[in-house]
């Protein structure tokens, strides 16, 4: 028997000697407990709130917010199937989508707003002075109206969350929305606080400082008093006067004249290295891939490789109704100007317009090959091609290289290629995806880049830097996030709406814009306030104010592609502009082999592509409500209307 | 001779095999402890004094009693052999104060046994080969008297051996020590046999009247002694759902390399998925073990279902491809929780035990010696329309032009190519400048080589003396796969290196050390793994006008073979270093006590060279493949893991009944970590390395996984007459995963079996029933297959897509999930009933088990449905449950007609699961469901195309698109938008369910799912396996098949839809039937090339959901294996000394029968994607020869 008791005692020794090898703990792993003790800490993380600037994007797919303002509005038309609120056909999504960035339409997800809850609720076990962690929880703020910004545009009300959830706090998880006047003002309570208590310099070059909220808060507040006024809803002036109050402290320190702002409005957008340049506020910044060593860390994105092909992921048919309104180089529209040559075709339209339209949409030529069956050559595509008979049909090449000397928006065409000097020479423009022949050698050789299905194209993204990263064509233009020009737009707007908008406030704002823009047409150019009247311009949408029409054609044409337009419309409660049918240039048919739809079914007219929009909701001023949100939670009410 | 004859009883009764004796490798001052204490206990077992006299009286008692008695009295301590005691006469004995040896003597000699004091130890055993009278047998007196002693292959003698002459009708049967005397005339032939072993005949001489026969063991045999856990049982005796596969059986001389291929098939309820035939493919995960299935709680599990692997008793965690099949003796699979339970923590999905190959006690150095030379080509592959058809599906599809030339031009100089090849000498013409091909080319032809090489061989020397037994092996092969074979670049190659070696120190001790070295190399194209989607996916895109080789002007073209031949090869490598110690003691009669320890160190080397590679496409544009400048990476990981196994065995019989206790421990430490290190901008692109790249901001990371496991066990078996069995286990388990004072969990099971036949009353059927056992389980084990530090809110670093002015900085991401601090073993509980039996001389040998497996308190978050607003993961809780039901059925025939020995086997296993509970609240449809079959498809119903009348008339324009609908005809929902979109003529209209006048998903949940409905299944229903032979004279032929009876497979790609990517896409012969406004009554619906649309975003996509039309039968049989083999005949092999010399032909995977269209499987599919077969790395036909040799 003793035996038997040895072994068990045995058993008890190994019992006892060994539970301890059972508490490990993971090594080299942070957790929620050791990340945010110092101010370094607190750095390290809030990199990761950067994130949802997103910029021109990450790879392969277009800006989110090109794609989702743009491609929604009166702006660009979608290339595929008409958008649901085109075809009233929109409906609730069933199940909520995934993460977003900064001005989409926000998808219903709150693991951006956990991520700087998170952040703010360490603040106060930190080690951290409180000037720190009044700047930290500034920082936090900042992300976090950031977020419910593009929340309370998208859906109206929100749930507001102050905290991080756990799966048991019921009232958060499966409470009611916050109704948008609390969210609103939570919004800007949170910003004006932290606007006061934020590192005026913030963390060093190109991050969240004062400017950045002050920023924040002109463009909030223009948006909510607005969207307030236009949708009928009270307080309306507290949003515009905070919009007016923030956009005249970061006039008055960033300046408001031509000097403030970069001198080319195409450098703005094809620029590498930014940082510091004049109006600049925040920049999001990429760089060559070879930089972090993998490629895939979106150091870099391929806009000039989408806008140098007609891939699908690109949506570049801009809306004939967008071209016009663009100015004349007499500073009057079209309806009235006496300098508009008409739109019998492409480069009628083109003559004498504000040169912003030359940098956005590509201006119309027409070239030769040299040898009509090459198209390329690498390194050496440049000199394939020459002039074609008729002087007209190079007069835009001449314009924009050898007069505005265009560095990036450089005519001829030609496709994007690793190295930007190899790919096709785009033959002519328009260039139809219906017809990619060659006009001037019509059984030629026949080019598929950059065709696309109306003839305007879209390519303010262009440029000729060298692309990087291998096969994944990466473009490193900076992209502007937070710039002066977007103030004094806002400024001017808001200013109208409270009533306040005068000559001196344009000559501060859209007047410098205009004058960067068309230097030699200055003064020509100049908005007059005084001279608008009702019949400035015949076009206008007769519920709007002369004025204020012209301050949103201000707006429309500086910041076109820039993912402003679809909740600009939304605000104004413009939706309505959706229904019109896009429509692009006016061609004669028979040049493009009869291939192309002509509206109005005529041998010469606009040609179109989409069938005529059938009708524009008023519910989709606010997305729907993801259906299994509101089956888990039964006081989550659905927007009206779905 | 008397352990091991002690040895072998022990084995006989069910109890550890003590002949795995392995030595305790004192690693740790712990262990050490450890064996101190065990000698310790050794030492004071026989210290007591035996000098002593003894007085006892006893009457007609069995002699083991006396000798009880005797040690009790003296602290004498006896070693014998219980059968040689199980046989003698009862004693009588009366006796006062005599010295202990004469007592002995006087109650030992009689019965013809001798003793002897060995190292303190009376070792009782038999007396020399002198004859007991009571042993002789009453025969007619004959001319010679045969006397011979009938051993195992390990050197114990066999008792009951049935010996006679053949062609009489009565003989004699060997006593406990293997001897039998029986008489014989000379020319007759003397034929043993013994259940268990194949049947000795030999020849009487007059000089051979003294033999020793050492009968081989017979494999199939019901008699067999199958592992179980930690220790063996006799089959008979075995209550578990256990199937067992001899690996010589399923190996044979199959060109494999891998042991889970090998298993594909061969046992009912384990579940082999081989997804791809690359070589090694099982170290990238594309191999899958299953025991019953059922277990995967959502589409990305949380939880790792996989069977707990244990060789040797010790946890294996390395992957399969690293063994040596041939050095595996067998396979045992537990199935119920009643077999399983006793490895606890581990083993809720099943364990395989795996059993390597010793050495044998007494056995003459045995080399042996085999090979195999295999020649692997693809099997059948997809086949691409013609160009002509190709370019017409452009045409239908609205596109004008392709690859710059308009689509007419095209169909004018195909025709014309056509009509006269000869004309156009390369296949191709220039037109407008354009070059186009005309003749067809196949990427995937180009890509793939003709044939591949491979080469197996295997050394092994194995044997023993009295003491000491080992086995020595070496084993390599290499094989190529068959991408761009001149790159060589895709290969598996392996070396293997294994002894194993058992001494006897003395009787009650045996010492023994295993160490294995396992080493891999192998490569895989970057271009096939290193890109976004891998190579077969892309190249399925690629059309038969895309030129491959050389365009005039251009030169060499861009093509997948280009770029593997241009870019360089990822190399894993792979070594693992397994050793263990163990010591086997038996301190007292009946008790064995096992100490292993064992170290096993797994190392991984993977390098990854992203070599930039240039080309030119055949328009003559610039392109590239992998980062400028090139980048390099190494992967470095390490696995140290360390186990413990210490667990004692008692065994004793009470008359008829009989009992075992095993009781044990076990602790497993696991330590992992790897380096990966990054760096760009190569200097000198032929010697990559870190050091040879330069550029200034290389990246390194590193990562740790810990765990460590303790188990408190048990075990008691009770048996009645062998016929009433019973079986109770326990199982105390800690884990490391789980929060403190949520770690322990305890898992109890029981079994239970009756031996029908062992009955008096069914005696009568013993002729036709041999053998005819019922049995029943039931057993709670847990599963801890969850990450390490679930329990900790691990905030993981990452790089932002925002660089710090100019910088690259670091962050670190939220938690992806809350933590619940409560949660902890998920629970798997099974109930099986099952039965084996042997009918007509155990000729049809089979077994049938029922399950059912109730999985509770699922350690999951996926299917945990919280709002949004959580705004990050649900936390890991225990949560739902699942129930899976099946049954497996084996039934194994052998015989032989004349002179053709042939044999029969098919198995067959079969399951559904169903989820018994889980939290989603709104049962939507997008994640599991309280009371859903797993493996459902949700999809509509195709009712037919849409046609022109269904549009108002007039609508439609000139390409019959943005008609607008009649009143009543459904609109078209998109799934993978979420929206509602027009139709045109010839898209698909699926039946409107609900009647609402749209297609749509409703909520998409069990209550409101629109027109959707459960179409199918994607559970493989009735998986079976095959295999059968025949042999006669020298030659023997064997086949294995494997398949699925029933199965639905939804497969969305290249190959089942006609330009499944709009505009992007190419075109199989399978999908020529499109609509077209000709042909309106087709099977495809309307495609749409004209927008360059990836699916998911137009009307395609619509006619490209779920539905029936389009589901496939995933049901198939493969031919696994034919094999045929030639034996040279006995004359040649002593020519040459040789025992055993045999040349075989085998085919492997040489044929599948399925429904699918050509070159789509239904086990293959698509790396890193579930999405379906056709895009996977084919599987190879492969055909070899070879020869085995022993000497």
Not at chain 1, 45 to 68: C, E, R, T
Not at chain 1, 465 to 474: A, E, F, K, Q, V
Not at chain 1, 565 to 573: I, M, S
Request: hydrophobic share 35%; glycine share 8%; net charge neutral.
């Amino acid at each position: 028997m003793k035996k038997y008791i040895s072994l068990i005692l045995l058993f008890g020794m190994v019992i006892t000697a060994c539970q301890k090898i059972l508490n490990i703990s993971p090594v080299s792993q942070t957790t929620d407990a050791t990340s945010f003790i110092t101010y370094q800490n607190f750095q390290t993380y809030a990199w990761g709130l950067y994130n949802y600037m997103d910029g021109y994007g990450v790879g392969a797919a277009m800006p989110s917010n090109f794609g989702s303002q743009e491609a929604n509005s009166d702006n660009i038309m979608p290339n595929t199937i008409l958008t649901g609120y085109e075809t009233g056909l929109k409906i609730a999504p069933t199940a909520a989508g995934a993460a977003t960035n900064s001005l989409t339409i926000a998808n219903w997800n709150f693991t951006y707003v956990r991520s700087v809850n998170l952040m703010l609720d360490h603040i106060d076990q930190s080690s951290l002075a409180v000037s720190d962690k009044n700047h930290w929880r500034s920082v936090g703020y900042f992300f976090r109206a950031l977020r419910y910004y593009d929340l309370l545009a998208a859906f109206g009300d929100v749930p507001w969350i102050e905290h991080a959830t756990t799966d048991t706090s019921g009232d958060v998880l499966y409470g009611p929305r916050t109704s948008r006047d609390t969210v609103a003002q939570n919004i800007l309570n949170n910003l004006i606080w932290a606007e006061a208590n934020i590192k005026v310099n913030g963390d060093g070059t190109n991050t969240i400082n004062r400017n950045c909220i002050q920023f924040l808060i002109a463009r909030f507040g223009l948006f909510e008093g607005t969207w307030r006024k236009y949708h009928g809803l009270t307080n309306a002036n507290t949003y515009l006067n905070a919009s007016v109050t923030y956009s005249q402290k970061l006039l008055s320190t960033l300046g408001s004249t031509v000097s403030s702002i970069m001198s080319s409005y195409d450098d703005v957008y094809n620029t590498q290295g930014l940082i510091g340049k004049p109006g600049m506020i925040l920049v999001k910044q990429y760089l060559s891939a070879g930089y972090t060593g993998s490629g895939s860390n979106g150091s870099n994105h391929q806009s000039v490789r989408y806008c140098g092909s007609n891939s699908a992921n690109w949506v570049g048919d801009v809306a004939k109704n967008a071209v016009e309104s663009y100015l004349c180089t007499d500073g009057r529209p079209i309806s009235t100007s006496v300098v508009y040559a008409g739109d019998d075709s492409m480069y009628h339209t083109f003559r004498n317009r504000d040169r912003r339209l030359y940098y956005t949409v590509i201006p119309p030529y027409r070239i030769k090959y040299k040898t009509p069956t090459i198209t390329n050559v690498t390194g050496a595509s440049d000199t394939l091609w020459t002039y074609d008979s008729n002087p007209d049909w190079g007069s835009y090449i001449r314009l924009m290289n050898d007069t505005l000397k265009s560095v990036n928006k450089h005519l001829h065409l030609q496709a994007f290629s690793i190295d930007m000097k190899s790919g096709d020479i785009i033959p002519n423009i328009p260039h139809f995806t219906l017809y990619q022949n060659t006009l001037s050698s019509p059984t030629g050789k026949i080019v598929a880049s950059v065709a696309n299905y109306m003839g305007y194209y879209y390519w303010k993204l262009y440029n000729r830097l060298p692309l990087t990263d291998g096969s994944n064509y990466g473009s490193v233009n900076d992209c502007p996030l937070f710039r002066l020009e977007e103030v004094m737009l806002n400024y001017a707007e808001a200013q109208f709406e409270l009533g306040a908008f005068t000559q001196a406030i344009a000559d501060q704002t859209i007047n410098v814009l205009r004058q960067r823009a068309n230097p030699t047409n200055w003064p020509a150019m100049k908005m007059v306030v005084g001279s608008i009247d009702a019949n400035f311009d015949k076009n206008r949408d007769q519920t709007v104010d002369p004025v204020l029409w012209e301050i949103r054609r201000e707006r429309r044409i500086e910041l076109f592609g820039d993912g402003f337009r679809f909740n600009d419309l939304k605000r104004w409660a413009k939706g309505s502009y959706l229904i019109n049918q896009a429509l692009g240039v006016r061609v004669n048919n028979a040049t493009y082999g009869n291939k192309l739809s002509i509206s109005g079914g005529g041998a010469t007219g606009y040609v179109f592509y989409q069938p005529a929009a059938t009708g524009w909701n008023d519910k989709y001023y606010l997305e729907p409500v993801p259906i299994q949100e509101i089956l888990l939670n039964g006081n989550l009410v659905q927007n009206p209307g779905y | 001779m008397k352990l091991t004859a002690k040895m072998r009883s022990s084995k006989d009764s069910g109890f550890i095999d003590s002949s795995d004796s392995h030595a305790l490798l004192c690693k740790t001052i712990k262990i050490m402890k450890l064996s101190a204490v065990l000698l310790l206990l050794s030492f004071q077992i026989y210290a007591g004094t035996y000098s002593q006299n003894v007085s006892l009286s006893e009457k007609n008692v069995k002699l083991t009693k006396v000798l009880d008695a005797i040690e009790k009295k003296t602290g004498l301590y006896f070693w014998y052999d219980q059968l040689l005691l199980d046989k003698t006469e009862p004693v009588t004995i009366s006796c006062h104060n005599l010295p202990w040896n004469e007592v002995l003597s006087s109650i030992l000699h009689p019965q013809g046994l001798n003793f002897n004091m060995e190292n303190g130890t009376i070792v009782i055993t038999r007396k020399p080969l002198t004859m007991p009278d009571s042993l002789t047998i009453a025969m007619p007196i004959p001319p010679l008297k045969i006397t011979g002693v009938v051993k195992d292959p390990d050197g114990n003698p066999l008792q009951g051996a049935s010996v006679r002459i053949k062609g009489a009708s009565s003989g004699v049967v060997s006593n406990a020590y293997g001897i039998f005397k029986i008489s014989a005339n000379e020319g007759e032939v003397l034929e043993i046999t013994v259940i268990g072993y194949k049947p000795f005949t030999t020849v009487i001489h007059s000089n051979n009247n003294d033999l020793i026969v050492v009968m081989q063991t017979d494999v199939a045999n019901l008699n067999d002694i199958v592992v179980v856990g930690y220790g063996t049982q006799k089959k008979t005796n075995v209550i578990g759902s256990i199937t067992t596969v001899k690996m010589d059986d399923v190996l044979g001389d199959r060109p494999v390399t891998e042991v889970s291929n090998l298993l594909q098939g061969a046992a009912p309820g384990l579940l082999v998925t081989i997804n791809s035939g690359q070589p090694g493919a099982p170290q990238s995960s594309t191999t899958n073990l299953n025991i019953r299935g059922g277990t995967d709680f959502t589409g990305n599990t949380l939880n790792n279902s996989s069977p707990f692997i244990v060789m040797d008793n010790i946890p294996f965690n390395g992957s399969l491809s690293l063994i040596d099949p041939s050095d595996i003796e067998s396979v045992t699979v537990l199935k119920d929780a009643g077999s399983a339970a006793i490895y606890g923590a581990r083993s809720a999905f099943g364990v395989i035990l795996i059993t390597t190959k010793k050495g044998h006690k007494n056995q003459k150095a045995q080399f042996s010696y085999s090979n195999n030379f295999v020649t692997s080509t693809v099997a059948e592959l997809p086949q691409k329309a013609t160009p002509t058809q190709f370019i017409q599906q452009y045409i239908d599809g609205g596109n004008l032009t392709y690859q710059g030339q308009s689509t007419s031009i095209w169909q004018t100089q195909l025709a014309a190519y056509q009509t006269n090849p000869k004309s156009y000498p390369g296949g191709y013409t220039i037109q407008n400048g354009v070059y186009m091909q005309l003749a067809p080319t196949d990427a995937l032809k180009q890509f793939l080589g003709s044939s591949a090489n491979q080469q197996m061989h295997n050394f092994s020397v194995s044997g023993g003396n009295d003491k000491t037994t080992y086995r020595l092996s070496f084993g390599t092969s290499t094989e190529n796969g068959i991408i761009v074979p001149e790159a060589h670049q895709d290969y598996f190659n392996r070396y293997n290196l294994k002894s194993i070696i058992t001494t006897d120190v003395n009787p009650w001790l045996n010492l023994q050390v295993d160490a294995g070295f396992n080493s891999s190399t192998g490569a895989q194209p970057f271009y096939q793994v290193g890109i976004a989607s891998d190579a077969f996916q892309q190249i399925s895109n690629i059309t038969p006008l895309v030129p491959l080789d050389t365009v005039p002007g251009i030169g060499v073209v861009s093509s997948p073979k280009y770029w593997v031949m241009n870019t360089a090869p990822i190399n894993t490598t792979s070594n693992e270093s397994r050793i263990t110690g163990r010591a086997v003691l038996k301190p007292v009669r009946g008790l064995t006590i096992t100490g292993e320890y064992t170290i096993d160190r797994f190392n991984t080397l993977v390098n990854t060279y992203d070599k930039y590679a240039t080309g030119v496409t055949y328009t003559g544009a610039a392109t590239s493949v992998g980062t400028s400048g090139g980048v390099y990476t190494k992967q470095n990981g390490l696995t140290n893991y360390n186990a413990i196994n210490l667990f004692g065995t008692y065994n004793r019989s009470f008359g008829l009944h009989n009992t075992t206790l095993m009781i044990g421990f076990n602790q497993e430490q696991s330590h992992a970590e790897s380096t990966t290190a990054s760096r760009g901008q190569l200097i000198n692109p032929s010697i990559p390395s870190l050091n040879t790249a330069v550029s200034t901001t290389p990246t390194a990371s590193d990562s740790y996984t810990d765990y460590a496991n303790i188990g408190y066990f048990g075990r008691l078996n009770y048996d009645y007459k062998n016929k009433y069995l019973f079986q109770v286990n326990g199982r105390f388990d800690g884990s490391s995963k789980f929060p403190d004072g949520h770690r322990w969990g305890f898992f109890p099971s029981a079994s239970a079996g009756w031996r029908v036949m062992e009955e008096n009353f069914t005696k009568m059927l013993k002729p036709y029933l041999n053998e005819f056992k019922i049995r029943g389980s039931w057993g709670n084990v847990g599963n801890q297959n969850i990450s390490a530090y679930s329990y900790n809110g691990i905030m993981s670093p990452s790089v932002p897509y925002w660089l710090n002015n100019g910088t690259q900085v670091e962050t670190v991401n939220q938690p992806t999930q809350i933590i619940s601090p409560n949660y902890t073993w998920e629970t798997v509980s099974t109930l099986d009933f099952g039965a084996d039996w042997g009918i007509i001389k155990n000729h049809l040998t089979g077994s049938f088990d029922w399950y059912k497996r109730d999985t509770k308190g699922i350690l999951t978050n996926n299917a945990v449905q919280l709002p949004v607003t959580l705004g990050t993961g649900a936390p890991l809780v225990n949560a739902g449950s699942l129930e899976s039901k099946g049954v497996e059925i084996q039934l194994n025939w052998k015989d032989k007609i004349g002179k053709v020995n042939y044999y029969f086997g098919i198995n067959l296993s079969d399951y559904q699961t169903v989820v018994t509970n889980v939290p989603n609240a709104t049962n939507v449809l997008s994640s599991l469901y309280t009371g859903q079959k797993m493996g459902n498809i949700w999809g509509f119903v195709t009712d037919r195309l849409y046609t022109v009348n269904d549009f108002v008339a007039g609508s439609l324009d000139a390409n019959l698109k943005n008609g607008v609908l009649l009143p009543g005809i459904p609109k078209t929902y998109n799934t993978s938008n979420s929206s509602i979109q027009a139709p045109n003529p010839g898209d698909i209209l699926y039946k409107d369910l609900d009647k609402n006048d749209t297609i749509n998903i409703g909520q998409n949940t069990l209550t409101n799912h629109g027109d959707k409905k459960i179409i199918g299944n994607s559970t493989p229903r009735y998986q079976f396996g095959i295999n059968g032979g025949v042999s006669y004279k020298n030659f023997d032929f064997s086949f294995v098949l494997v398949g699925v009876g029933k199965q639905d497979q939804w497969i969305a790609n290249d190959m089942t839809f006609p330009n499944y990517w709009a505009g992007q896409s190419t075109l199989y012969s399978n999908e020529l039937n499109y609509w077209t406004p000709t042909q309106t009554n087709a099977y495809y619906g309307r495609i749409y090339t004209t927008t360059g649309v990836p699916v998911g975003t137009g009307v395609p996509a619509a006619n490209q959901d779920v539905q029936t039309r389009f589901l496939l039968n995933g049901a198939y049989l493969r031919v696994k294996n034919l094999t045929l083999r030639y034996n040279f005949p006995e004359k040649v092999l002593k020519a040459s000394h040789l025992t055993k010399l045999q040349l075989f032909f085998t085919m492997e995977d040489p044929f599948i029968f399925d429904h699918m269209p050509k070159g789509v499987y239904p086990d293959v599919v698509r790396s890193g994607s579930g999405s379906g077969g056709g895009q996977g790395y084919p599987f190879m036909k492969k055909n070899s020869v070879g020869l085995n040799l022993s000497f």
